[in-house]
């Protein structure tokens, strides 16, 4: 009688292309990326870097109610983008706002939508960051952890049924992997066979909880074979690792029609959100040294750089350029209409109800009587 053991006693290896300093490691397999890829990945990693500090900055200033940042993921985001087709279904978790910038989302649109006003596409109904755009296949990011793992299953399922040349994608962090919906994703995208990518960021937290005191198993990666899903555990890191690993189990997932698992390892320098102060349960010298020594952005840019591809005087204007741009589109959003509170009671039913017929206009009375106690610049 044998009980199988609870574990192998061997760490699932990581899978790396650059070392820390961004120099190829010897021996390393992977397909070169062009100076065109390359240049507009990094471009996108640093865009995304100002990005996150200036919008992080305009929340503290209260302009808007929220934020979250991709700080210290930058690599995941836009080299998981870049190995994907404009074909294939995104379902994000929160922190992937740079699949989205890859797509073609502009500053514009992204100020738009966390100032909430008339030109958001959510109709500022969504909190600030829950971006979505049906023009980029992105679904529009939902606030519950891993609602979105079972719906990835189910529209893989459809792209299966209508036979398309392209997968789905879903991403989550570590602590996504403890909620139910991650193991019922699992095993409805393994048993019906879908082309499905299910993308963890596996970043250290959840919010305050340790991976240490999320599971015993060895990472996430170990769970895709206990569905029977082929797995693979990546330095997050690493953009060219990270890029290589995305577009492998793309051509796998299309051409098997099989799920894949990615752990890509990595860390959240930022606090969770606006709402969390991080330096309350982690170090700071430990925060420092992601931030410093395995800063994905300055690894890759060693590497674009040591091409030739890129210069310090690139860097430079390239940033300038950016921050303007985002300056301008902050301003923009900021002045632009809001969207009128009528729209609390469209795009659910065809024809309202009598319930939400008799709220509407019971708000509409009760901000007549107390417009003090409204925002003047939302119109009814």
Not at 82 to 109: I, N
Request: charged share 25%; aromatic share 10%; proline share 5%.
């Amino acid at each position: 009688m044998n009980f199988t053991s609870e574990s192998s006693g061997k760490r699932i290896p990581c899978f790396r292309v650059l070392d820390d300093n961004g120099y190829p490691i010897a021996g390393s397999i992977f397909e070169q990326v062009n100076k065109e890829v390359a240049v507009r990945m990094y471009s996108g990693m640093v865009t995304l870097q100002i990005m996150d500090t200036i919008l992080y900055e305009t929340q503290r200033q209260g302009r808007i109610s929220f934020y979250l940042t991709s700080t210290g993921e930058e690599a995941i985001n836009l080299a998981s983008a870049a190995a994907l087709s404009p074909d294939d279904v995104v379902l994000p978790q929160y922190r992937e706002p740079g699949v989205l910038l890859w797509r073609g989302f502009t500053l514009q649109e992204f100020a738009n939508q966390c100032f909430g006003n008339k030109a958001d596409y959510g109709k500022g109904r969504q909190m600030p960051i829950h971006y979505g755009s049906q023009k980029h296949n992105y679904f529009t990011v939902s606030s519950p952890i891993a609602t979105q793992l079972p719906q990835a299953a189910g529209v893989a399922y459809s792209l299966k049924m209508d036979k398309k040349d392209a997968c789905v994608v879903t991403y989550m962090g570590d602590g996504g992997t403890s909620e139910g919906d991650f193991h019922a994703a699992l095993n409805f995208a393994a048993v019906m066979e879908v082309p499905v990518i299910f993308i963890c960021r596996n970043n250290g937290w959840a919010i305050s909880t340790p991976i240490t005191e999320q599971f015993r198993s060895d990472g996430v990666v170990v769970r895709g074979q206990a569905y029977g899903i082929r797995s693979i555990r990546v330095d997050g890191n690493d953009a060219l690792a990270v890029y290589n690993s995305v577009r492998t189990a793309r051509q796998t997932a299309i051409n098997e029609q099989r799920p894949i698992l990615i752990e890509a390892l990595t860390y959240r320098v930022g606090h969770h959100s606006t709402s969390d102060d991080s330096t309350k349960y982690r170090a700071v010298d430990e925060i420092e040294h992601w931030k410093t020594a395995q800063n994905p952005v300055s690894r890759f840019r060693k590497w674009v750089q040591g091409n030739g591809w890129w210069t310090d005087e690139d860097e430079s204007e390239f940033r300038s350029n950016i921050r303007k741009q985002l300056m301008e589109a902050i301003q923009l959003a900021a002045r632009k209409e809001k969207p009128p509170i009528a729209n609390l009671f469209t795009d659910v039913y065809e024809e309202n109800p009598p319930n939400l017929v008799e709220q509407e206009r019971s708000l509409g009375e009760t901000i007549k009587k107390h417009p003090q106690d409204y925002p003047s610049d939302v119109p009814l």
